[in-house]
Every structure is written in C-alpha cells, then in structure tokens.
Nanobody, 124 residues
Framework: QVQLVESGGGSVQAGGSLRLSCAASERVFRTYGLGWFRQAPGKERELVVGIMWSRGNTYYADSVKGRFTISTNNAKNTLYLQMNSLKPEDTAVYYC?????????????????WGQGTQVTVSS
C-alpha cells in the first residue's frame, strides 16, 4: 500500500514562505512521478509542481514559477515544496500525489495515490 505522509503548511502573511514535506516509500519515491496539487475553495484541484525523480524532470504551473521550488531528499525518500513570496491566491489545501506514469502527469486522473492534504493560508 502506498503511503504519502505530508507535513508543513500553516498560515502566513503575503510575501512569506512555507515548506511542505511529503514522505514516501522508497519504491514510490524512485519509480513514480510525484506532484503537489492544490485545491482552493470552490475551485478544481490543480497540479502546482511535478517531478519525475528518475529522469530529473520537473513541471511548474505558470502561477508559481519563480516562487515555488520542488526538491528531494533521496536518503529520506522525501519530497519538498518550498513556497516563497506567497500570495493570498495561493491559499488552498495542498496534496502530495504519486503517479505510476513514466511522465509527469498534469491530470488528477493520472495520480493513483494521495496524501491527506495540508492547509496553506496566506493573508493579505
């Protein structure tokens, strides 16, 4: 059974920073595509950042380019999302997800496994 355990999140003022973590099993970490999605109230869940560790490929949504950075700690099988220059529109529940696809998927349907979600709130 695939487990994705998220941590981090919280409340910050606009311009602040937060870091999210997602711990996965070694098999998932090294063979699955991993991504961070977010879902704001009344909106659809969207892919924010994705990574295919085995290929070194990354994807960033236009809305977060230059502000968010995805990284990994391979020894800990952990995925991170560093979020800087946060804006109120970044407020959402953030989810870590894993996809068995060999490429970075942008669709929810491409991801089979999900973390429990963590709330990020950015106040103006």
């Amino acid at each position: 059974q695939v487990q994705l355990v998220e941590s981090g999140g919280g409340s910050v003022q606009a311009g602040g920073s937060l870091r999210l973590s997602c711990a996965a099993s070694e098999r998932v970490f090294r063979t699955y595509g991993l991504g961070w999605f977010r879902q704001a109230p009344g909106k659809e869940r969207e892919l924010v950042v994705g990574i295919m560790w085995s290929r070194g490929n990354t994807y960033y949504a236009d809305s977060v380019k230059g502000r968010f950075t995805i990284s990994t700690n391979n020894a800990k099988n952990t995925l991170y999302l560093q979020m800087n220059s946060l804006k109120p529109e970044d407020t959402a529940v953030y989810y870590c997800a894993a996809s068995p696809s060999s490429t970075i998927g942008t669709l929810i349907s491409q991801y089979d496994y999900w973390g429990q979600g963590t709330q990020v709130t950015v106040s103006s």
